[in-house]
């Protein structure tokens, strides 16, 4: 799906979350890779062989149109502030197959969690109309440790957004 950073790699832009930006747009941090056959996973698409595979995406909404392709968005995120660690990562658009959002746990291995109309509404850890995700932060260096696995057979659109949690709950 979408996005890098310039503190790294030199190739992205890097998202800060803070306390002045309770909602971020973050469309044009996305680096984007198209998996025509569907065949590729999380352990190689985070390799540093498919590093510069992945393209930037100048779209602020995310737009692929209908297409029977994966695709996979990658982004580096830091929060500056952990007073604010609880954040959401919110898709505005509801019809999609699957989102799988990919993190990596305290051992270094890969833990993802699954939304989108193929998955039972009620396993959703927040329970709305959207695909949300929830997303805390216990320190404030930067990440790179989200992907999405983004499949769907209908149009391959949404506008990608952090909230900060409390902004969620009282817009």
């Known amino acids: 799906m ?3 950073w310039l503190w790294l790699s030199g ?4 998202i800060i979350l803070s306390e002045k930006k309770p909602s971020q747009s973050i469309g044009k941090a996305l680096f984007v890779l198209e998996d025509k ?3 590729l996973d999380i352990d190689k698409v985070s390799t540093k062989e498919f590093e510069q595979k992945f393209k930037p995406s100048e779209q ?3 737009n692929v149109g209908v297409s029977r392709s994966t695709y996979w968005l990658r982004f580096d995120v830091q929060t500056k502030n952990l007073a604010i660690k609880d954040w959401i990562l919110y898709s ?11 993190q990596k746990n305290t051992k270094g291995e890969w833990q993802s969690i699954s ?3 193929e998955h039972s509404f009620e396993k959703r850890p927040i329970k709305h109309r959207y695909i949300i995700f929830p997303i805390s932060f216990n320190d404030t260096l930067p990440k790179r440790f ?9 149009r391959k659109e949404t506008k990608i957004l952090f909230l ?3 902004k969620f709950l009282n817009p």
């Open 2 to 4: 979408l996005m890098a």
């Open 11 to 14: 190739l992205s832009a890097q």
């Open 37 to 39: 056959e569907g065949q």
């Open 60 to 62: 602020e909404v995310f």
């Open 92 to 102: 505005s658009y509801s019809f999609l197959d699957e989102v799988r959002l990919y």
């Open 115 to 117: 939304l989108g109309i």
């Open 146 to 154: 989200w992907f999405f696995r983004h499949f769907s057979d209908y």
């Open 164 to 166: 900060k949690w409390s």
